[in-house]
């Protein structure tokens, strides 16, 4: 057996060396500040913050746990608190046309002011508004217009009544009427008496009283135009007075916001909408039922109140604003309704602010997969983004059809920095299926997912360490626990060389570890605290591998760790269910037999294989062809199957152990049932590298352990995933006691040499093998079989 492909036990785990860790406890340590191993993060997320032109919107890409949020907060929180603070928004009823209520901007912190301004200004105007009307100089104006009316009327009458004397006929009026009535010793005459006259008399008193009514009619002709004239004379009064009470409210409020020209016209539109509408404030004669205080107020309120839509009074610098629930009306704003009387009805006072009224001038935050979620939410965030505006709409009426009448608030200029926080595979698709997405999105901050593993690197980690220790109130830890995660972080990357930046997971490992140490009541996190946190979870999650490896136990699945056999093997495999991984063994079978069919995948056939596992089989075609039948056909039939899989099965890293288990069932040469391989192959049977490797190997490693180790099992595995391992403790204990091996090939040749237990073969001048070789073997079995199809 070649005996150069057996890993060392140092190759096996790649330990963290105390000396590096220059301190006894993280108490002595400086904090970590910043964001460990993210600089190509920093730098992207610089830029982006830093470049003020359209469309330089962020998307901080990366894998939960990295930090990734708290990366993004961080870093704009920083930036935002050294810039200029934007201005105030409120929206005023739009006097002209309240369905169109007017957005007005104030530098920050005045709209508050205006706020108080404009109820002050109502304030005032209740109150000087109806002692105007109750004046003696107002009351004495309004007499004389009365007067005046009066006195035109009084005169027509008076014609009247002379003609009436002189036919001896009464004017009365009654009930603001006037009639005639014949008049007898000073004494109008009532029905009986009038009927008893001569009917000379009564044809004359009927004739007279007609031509008085005639005349009276036309006295009276002008009578409307007089009241008219006498109405307008009132209203211009009443505007007058009006005017004169409130115009030495609003001029100081003029002359503060001179500089802001859109309020300065609002403030004449409402000094105007005052004087015009003074009556239904102050209340008009003809009104059924009098104007309360409580009724002015909520008019003046309803109608000239101000709402404040965003006050950045108390934001220091830039508003960095994020949104947990990005719906629609809690991104954009929303136009609230009250029911009255069984009525929906609604004002600009009911309209609200969303998340961009509130970030406008500044940053928003998003997750990338909760906008998503959201109807409606992504498109007219685009379009906001475009027109760089803000509209207050209900998109929900445009499809399910019903409308109510509604407000149209007038739309607020935006200028807002978004920030997009989601996973790889959302900005990839954004990429490739929406166009607009590239312009607007401009900027990625792509989160590393690990760091290499130098000796700054792991002095930062443990700062690191010790700063999360510090924010979830944890004791400190000593320098050997700290090394002990600075192995299980290499762990987590795969990779000797490499530390992790799931920073999430670290705080979850450390809390667990500050657990145990209570529990043991130590001051401080020591190494035997993490491993008891380590085994705990492993424990807590380690149901299902159990089942698995109790089914192999009692035989339900068939898998041999002794012995020989031939065209069957041991694969290893990886089972992923959540966030809990683990490997286990799996048989691998092969059977060969004269034909034309070439290698079948029962996998594929029976649609369980998956993509990357069929080309793996089909490669193994491609090396068969290119190894052993340079100078003939190639003309088999054969049969691979993973037994006992019920699932589907994907990877290629199976594709070593079966060409092994293919060549062992050509050739009838046994597999060592000791050993277990996994590795992918290419055509010219070069070994590469697979995922998972610390996982299978282990996973092996437990079946044996559990069945007694012998000193003759172990794994076979790519060189090239040698930097991956990892492994536990005792597996590399056990590889050190000779009790178990670990092999890395790099080519199928010597995972033939350690499976058959003899010489794979050197290829000669000739093309030929050299004899009695696995090779050699192979060739020779492969004409065989070729030479037999062919006489058939």
């Known amino acids: 057996m070649v005996t150069e492909t057996r890993l060392t036990p140092e190759q096996l785990y790649c330990s963290c060396d105390p000396e590096l860790l220059p301190f006894k406890t993280t108490s002595t340590l400086e904090p970590f500040s910043g964001f460990f191993g993210q600089s190509r993060a920093i730098e992207a997320m610089d830029f982006g913050i830093g470049m003020r032109r359209p469309g330089y919107n962020l998307f901080v890409m990366g894998n939960p746990h990295t930090g990734r949020f708290s990366f993004a907060m961080e870093n704009l929180k920083a930036v935002a608190k050294k810039e200029k603070k934007p201005g105030d928004w409120v929206y005023l009823n739009n006097l002209s046309d309240n369905r169109n209520p007017l957005s007005i901007q104030f530098p920050a912190g005045k709209a508050q002011q205006f706020k108080r301004d404009i109820k002050n200004i109502i304030e005032g105007a209740l109150t000087e508004m109806p002692a105007a009307f109750e004046s003696p100089t107002y009351q004495r104006k309004k007499s004389k217009i009365e007067r005046d009316l009066n006195k035109y009327y009084d005169q027509a009458i008076e014609g009247v009544e002379r003609d009436a004397r002189e036919h001896s006929i009464a004017v009365y009026r009654d009930a603001g009427s006037i009639g005639f009535t014949p008049v007898a010793d000073g004494q109008a005459m009532d029905e009986a008496v009038f009927s008893q006259l001569p009917e000379d008399i009564r044809d004359a008193f009927t004739k007279a009283i007609s031509n008085l009514e005639d005349k009276l009619n036309e006295s009276l002709t002008g009578l409307p135009q007089w009241r008219r004239e006498a109405a307008e004379k009132l209203k211009n009064l009443d505007r007058d007075t009006t005017r004169q009470a409130i115009a030495p409210l609003f001029q100081p409020v003029k002359d503060k916001y001179a500089n802001i020209s859109s309020v300065a016209d609002y403030l004449s539109e409402m000094e105007t909408s005052l004087v015009k509408n003074c009556g239904e404030i102050v209340g008009d004669d003809k009104l059924l039922e009098p104007v309360t205080d409580a009724t002015r107020r909520s008019y003046m309120e309803s109608n000239y109140g101000v709402n404040l839509l965003v006050d950045n009074q108390k934001t220091k610098g830039a508003p960095v604003v994020y949104e947990a629930h990005p719906s629609y009306e809690n991104l954009f704003g929303r136009v609230e309704y009250t029911s009255e009387m069984g009525a929906l009805s609604t004002s600009y006072k009911l309209i609200r602010p969303g998340a961009l009224h509130q970030a406008n001038g500044g940053y928003l935050v998003l997750e990338a997969e909760k906008l998503f979620e959201q109807p409606f939410v992504y498109g007219a965030l685009k379009r906001a983004l475009k027109s760089h505006e803000i509209r207050i709409e209900s998109p929900a009426s445009e499809y399910t059809g019903i409308s109510t009448i509604t407000l149209i608030p007038e739309a607020i200029p935006l200028s807002v920095k978004v920030v997009l926080i989601g996973a790889r595979n959302i900005y990839y698709l954004l990429q490739e299926l929406d166009h607009d997405f590239e312009k607007m999105f401009r900027v990625v901050v792509d989160f590393d997912e690990d760091v290499k593993r130098t000796p700054q690197a792991i002095r930062n980690y443990a700062r690191l360490m010790k700063t999360l220790a510090e924010e979830e109130g944890l004791a400190p830890l000593t320098r050997r626990a700290v090394a002990r995660l600075v192995e299980h972080s290499s762990r987590q990357a795969e990779d000797q060389e490499l530390l992790s930046a799931h920073i999430g997971e670290l705080v979850d490992l450390l809390c667990e570890a500050n657990f145990k140490r209570i529990k043991e009541e130590d001051e401080l996190i020591n190494a035997d605290h993490v491993e008891m946190a380590l085994n705990a979870k492993e424990r807590r999650t380690s149901r299902m591998s159990e089942k698995i490896e109790e089914g192999i136990l009692n035989e339900t699945v068939l898998i041999d760790t002794e012995g020989e056999a031939v065209g069957k093997s041991n694969g290893l495999t990886v089972l992923q269910v959540g966030d809990v991984a683990f490997g286990t063994p799996a048989r691998i079978t092969a059977t060969v037999h004269p034909g034309s069919r070439g290698i079948v995948d029962i996998e594929r056939e029976v649609t369980l294989g998956q993509p990357i596992h069929s080309k793996g089989v089909l490669i193994l075609s491609g090396f068969l062809g290119h190894q052993y039948a340079q100078d003939f056909t190639l003309a088999i039939s054969a049969s691979i199957a993973l037994e006992q899989s019920y699932g589907y099965v994907d990877g290629d890293s199976a594709s070593l152990a079966e060409v092994c ?106 093309g030929s093998f050299t004899q009695r070789s696995i090779n050699a073997q192979v060739v020779k079995r492969l004409k065989e079989i070729s030479e037999a199809k062919s006489e058939s």
Not at 723 to 737: D, F, I, P
């Open 661 to 766: 288990t293919l060549l062992s069932a050509l050739t009838h040469i046994p597999i060592s049932q000791n050993f277990a391989t996994t590795g992918s192959i290419n055509q010219y049977g070069e070994v590469q590298a697979i995922g998972g490797v610390n996982e299978k190997i282990e996973g092996f490693f437990n079946l044996c352990k559990t069945r007694g180790l012998n000193g003759k099992q172990g794994v076979i595995v790519p060189k090239a995933n040698v930097r991956n391992l990892m492994l536990k403790a005792e597996v590399v204990e056990a590889v050190n006691q000779g009790m178990f091996a670990v092999h890395a090939v790099s080519h199928v040749d010597e995972c033939l040499e350690i499976l058959m237990g003899r010489k794979a073969g050197r290829r000669k001048d000739d």
